[in-house]
């Protein structure tokens, strides 16, 4: 269902945008047009300077020490009489050059690495990932120290070693990027059509990458410069060649005698650093800035069309006593393009205090958008559109952070895989007290209680073994028991589970519904089962509301919906139930024969 209105002027606008090269565009952004502009002055200062200085940058002369600017030397003479206008342009071309080792080491080396790891994985990616943990625990500056007490002061080794300990910079950002746009659809279907590796890297994933490898040179230019400097200013630096670091240090030992000497390397050194770091601020805006100007130019929301019919209801549920949630015209979309695609369209859903109510339909319809939307945890570009959510009387739109205050405390929400919802650093029993000290404020000893008392009412055997039990020491069903005592935890009135039974086997499946049945009755929580197998459905559901292409088509109890199914869309999933999904009477079996099986054991 895609949402897009043809409005050509702000399309035009945007395809001009994107058009526009990344120097044209940072050739308008103020920050981008300084700091280039500085830049640009130091490079031609480097590159014709050395050919038109009026002095030779290490001659001595003993008879001009110390000489003020003027005459012969517009910014005067050193301690040993050489011109400090000559040694600071040279010192220019060095240290750009030095900078630039250190970038190009750091990018060879950094890039295809990060690229390799992302993309194949596999051994690859966790020797590599080793190893830039290492390069980047070790001190750089006590290395570079101790490779100039061996190689001596070659300025372009130091620079070139400093590249390898900085690349893991590279690796990581890179790595990054290849992994998030790895998991890209467009990426598989690539490889499904039979493009090469090289071919994919080239066409998709460097895209991705070049942004974010671009602002890193402009950061490790200045902090190449600044490395440089400080190993010149320490004196361990090649004494021949005149840089911006051994300039500073003269200045500074006669800093009584000519405070001038310090002020040029200094401007230099300061000026230069600066001007990389705002071109990185500026090409990062600039990178971000077609994505901006996209989400402006984006044309308004506006529900798809045709609408679908209204949901057939088996009964009129204006009559019930007030709702716990009541969702109203619900609406959630996304941005496509210029326009929006609509996932969750005008959906409205009642639930009464202790009611179960299913949300049911095939994979992509839409209910997890609408649970989330309903939780506040759509993906940062995901809108709701349109449509009101009112829980226990309370507007949750009216009121800025309400969902945030309500989730853990009064809503509770139990996902879709259990273990992967588990940290596995903590053990169970640090995830269960955790929000019951920081959210509920309960005191370590009681906390531990509750988790105990909760562990022994989701029909955990041992709870105090599986409250000290880390998370790959308990099976899934285990695992999920573990998620809705945390979700019970608060005794929130409604509980959101979305596919609990999904990713357990058929046995561990009934237990799980029968678990939620009896919490249901014992302490009268409500629960949003989304689901898309009618069998939970029919197993634990008081109402049910019937999902398809982001619209509920059919509602009503599920008496009257499993009696009088009216919607095709409901029968042909009835059709999918009674030929694919295991009966109520199976899952019943299985869990009887299960059961029998834990006794005998
Ligand atoms: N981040 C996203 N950006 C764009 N579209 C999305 C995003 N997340 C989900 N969708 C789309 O929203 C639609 C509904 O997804 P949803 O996850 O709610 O389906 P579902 O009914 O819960 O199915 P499933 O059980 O497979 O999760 C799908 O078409 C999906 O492609």
Redesign the pocket.
């Known amino acids: 269902m895609t949402t897009s209105i043809p409005d050509t002027v702000a399309l035009a606008t945007q395809s001009a945008d994107r058009r526009r090269s990344l120097p044209a565009r940072l050739a308008r952004n103020p920050l981008g047009v300084v700091s280039l502009g500085y830049l640009a002055l130091l490079l031609l200062v480097a590159v014709i300077g050395p050919f038109v200085i009026p002095h030779d940058p290490n001659a001595v002369s003993l008879a001009d020490v110390f000489a003020p600017p003027g005459g012969l030397y517009p910014l005067g003479t050193d301690s040993a009489g050489r011109d400090v206008l000559s040694r600071l342009v040279v010192a220019t071309s060095v240290s750009l050059a030095g900078a630039a080792v250190t970038v190009v080491v750091a990018a060879l080396i950094g890039i295809p690495a990060g690229l390799l790891a992302g993309y194949r994985g596999g051994w690859f990616d966790s020797v590599s990932a080793w190893l830039a943990g290492v390069l980047l625990a070790l001190p750089a500056i006590v290395v570079l120290l101790a490779v100039r007490s061996v190689t001596g002061p070659s300025m372009w080794l130091i620079m070139a070693i400093f590249g390898v300990l900085i690349s893991p910079s590279f690796y990581r950002v890179v790595y990054g990027s290849v992994r998030a746009v790895r998991e890209e659809l467009y990426i598989d279907a690539a490889m499904v059509s039979g493009l090469s590796d090289a071919r994919i890297i080239g066409r998709h994933v460097l895209s991705a990458v070049r942004a974010p490898a671009i602002l890193l040179v402009s950061a490790i230019f200045a902090v190449g410069i600044a490395i440089q400097a400080t190993i010149d200013f320490l004196g361990l630096g090649d004494a021949s060649i005149p840089t911006w670091g051994a300039m500073l240090a003269d200045g500074y030992y006669n800093i009584f005698r000519a405070p001038l000497l310090m002020l040029w390397p200094s401007l230099a050194i300061g000026l230069t650093c600066v001007a990389f770091t705002l071109l990185g601020a500026a090409l990062r805006d600039e990178t971000q800035h077609v994505g901006d100007a996209t989400a402006q130019k984006r044309s308004s929301w506006t529900p798809p069309a045709p609408r679908p019919a209204a949901p057939i209801r088996h009964d009129s549920d204006s009559s019930d006593p007030a709702p716990l949630l009541e969702a109203s015209g619900l609406s959630v979309a996304?941005p496509k393009g210029a326009g929006w695609?609509t996932?969750?369209d005008d959906v409205s859903l009642r639930i009464a205090p202790g009611e179960v109510h299913a949300l049911v339909?095939?994979?992509?319809?839409?209910?997890?958008?609408?649970a989330w939307s309903i939780l506040d945890l759509l993906?940062e570009?995901?809108r709701v559109m349109a449509g009101t959510i009112t829980f226990e009387g309370e507007d949750l739109a009216a009121a800025a952070g309400a969902v945030d205050r309500l989730r853990g405390r009064r809503i509770g929400y139990v996902p879709q895989e259990p273990l992967s919802n588990l940290d596995p650093s903590y053990t169970i029993g640090h995830q269960l007290t955790e929000p019951l000290r920081v959210v509920m404020g309960m005191r370590r000893k009681a906390a531990k209680a509750r988790a105990l008392e909760l562990l022994a009412q989701v029909g955990i055997p041992d709870p105090a073994r599986t409250y000290r039990s880390y998370p790959h020491e308990i099976s899934g069903g285990m695992a999920q028991r573990v998620l809705i005592a945390g979700a019970l935890s608060c005794e929130p009135p409604l509980v959101i589970a979305d596919?609990p039974t999904t990713a357990l086997d058929v046995t561990v499946q009934a237990e799980i519904l029968r678990l939620l049945r009896r919490l249901r009755d014992e302490t009268g929580v409500a629960i949003l089962m989304?689901t898309?197998n009618f069998g939970v459905v029919a197993d634990i559901a008081d109402r049910v509301s019937v999902?398809r292409h982001?619209s509920i088509v059919e509602t009503g109890s599920a008496a009257a919906i499993f009696a009088d199914p009216q919607h095709d869309y409901t029968r042909s999933l009835f059709g999918a139930l009674l030929t694919a999904a295991p009966s109520r009477g199976a899952l019943a079996a299985a869990a009887a024969a299960h059961d029998g099986e834990g006794r005998s054991a």
């Open positions: 996304y695609t996932v969750v339909g095939e994979s992509g319809s839409g209910k997890t958008q609408t993906p570009n995901g596919e989304v898309h999902m982001g």
